[in-house]
């Protein structure tokens, strides 16, 4: 079992940045691949960015390309999503999974889930 629970959300001005935190139990982290996908209210759950279990590949959303960052710290067992420029379209609650798939994309190929964390974007 892995257990996930995201941090970081809240309320900023558009422009500016945010750090989401998503924290993992357990000494299998290094195994999985972990994304971070949002839900606005209304519209389904889309992915975000992803990084595999060593780094090696990371992948972004069309629309936070050149704006978000994924990194991972296996040695504590958080994964991270740095953001930038912020837009009101990023307001939505963000999501921290864990995944057995290499290149996971959609969010039926994640195990495990944390609470997700609100992320809210003023113009």
């Known amino acids: 079992q892995v257990q996930l629970v995201e941090s970081g959300g809240g309320l900023v001005q558009a422009g500016g940045s945010l750090r989401l935190s998503c924290a993992a139990s357990g000494r299998t982290f290094s195994s999985y691949t972990m994304g971070w996908f949002r839900q606005a209210p209304g519209k389904e759950r889309e992915f975000v960015a992803l990084v595999t279990w060593n780094g090696g590949s990371i992948n972004y959303a069309d629309s936070v390309k050149g704006r978000f960052t994924i990194s991972r710290d296996n040695a504590k067992n958080t994964v991270f999503l740095q953001m930038n420029s912020l837009e009101p379209e990023d307001t939505a609650v963000y999501y921290c999974?864990?995944?057995?798939?290499?290149?996971?994309?959609?969010?039926?190929?994640?195990?495990?889930w944390g609470q997700g964390t609100q992320v809210t974007v003023s113009s």
């Open positions: 999974g864990a995944s057995l798939f290499y290149t996971a994309r959609r969010w039926n190929e994640y195990s495990y």
